[in-house]
């Protein structure tokens, strides 16, 4: 008997953001349970060395695409991509974080964030989307974060767009589901990925996720609820920050991010 996933998803999925982190641990993840991949990441010299690995390690097909998903023409690309390809799940899992106060940064740095995290997940979702419903199947996975279940201050924009990236995919969990496609907003708190280690926070890493945990319960979650928070200790979090009010819960998560980078 074949792998549940791939027999309802296969045959191909695409990685918006493949290159490190959640993306590249979701790759392989896929890649073991069967499917054939299109690698996409605006880092192209990383992708070929990645895509012989899946290669070896799995036998999987995997496709380069150097990829921004910020760019203006990127729909149009997908858009001939998912006619080229049978893609029966996407992910767009592609950010530019940030961390600081909102001033600290000009506003083309705050944008090239709502570009990226916010424009690549809208492009995946609207490219992808059309043949799944054609073909009355298929999933979608957007990847948000606990900064965007509440404005979070001293990350602020990021936060945004992840509120962003969270709405969009509740909304078409709603639309796509009769149609057949699944679609989960998963939400990860702090993981270790090259990403945040970057950002050089103070301390916390006894507490962070692996990316390949934050994989196999985004692929056990898909299908079987719209939001996804990884994690228990990030799930008794999320319920505790529930109960606050509207302003000590901003004040939390604000003094909380805040702390991680200083005194």
Not at 145 to 170: P, R
Not at 201 to 213: A, I, L, T, V
Not at 243 to 248: D, G, H, T
Request: charged share 20%; proline share 5%.
């Amino acid at each position: 008997m074949g792998d549940p996933l791939l027999e309802r998803y296969g045959p191909v999925a695409l990685v918006g953001g493949a290159c490190q982190g959640i993306g590249l641990a979701l790759a392989r993840a896929l890649a073991a349970r069967g499917f054939g991949l299109v690698l996409a990441d605006v880092r192209g010299e990383l992708l070929p060395s990645i895509a012989a690995e899946l290669a070896r390690a799995y036998g999987a097909r995997a496709r380069a695409l150097e990829l921004d998903l910020g760019a203006p023409q990127v729909g149009a690309r997908l858009a001939a991509l998912a006619a080229e390809e049978e893609i029966g799940l996407g992910v767009a899992c592609a950010a530019i974080g940030g961390v600081g106060p909102f001033l600290s940064e000009p506003l083309e740095a705050h944008r090239a964030r709502l570009a990226v995290n916010c424009g690549g997940a809208l492009a995946v979702a609207h490219a992808l989307a059309g043949p799944m419903v054609a073909r009355g199947r298929g999933g979608l996975v957007l990847v948000s974060s606990m900064a965007g279940l509440q404005g979070t201050g001293w990350v602020a924009s990021y936060a945004a767009t992840k509120a962003f990236d969270l709405a969009l995919a509740e909304a078409l969990w709603f639309e796509l589901r009769p149609h057949g496609v699944d679609v989960l907003a998963l939400v990860p708190g702090n993981t270790d990925t090259p990403g945040l280690r970057s950002s050089r926070p103070r301390k916390g890493q006894e507490g962070w996720m692996r990316p390949e945990d934050v994989a196999a319960e985004a692929l056990d979650a898909l299908g079987r609820e719209p939001v996804h928070v990884c994690g228990e200790a990030n799930r008794r979090v999320v319920a505790a920050l529930d109960r606050l009010p509207r302003a000590e819960r901003l004040r939390v998560m604000g003094e909380s991010t805040r702390s991680l980078y200083e005194d």
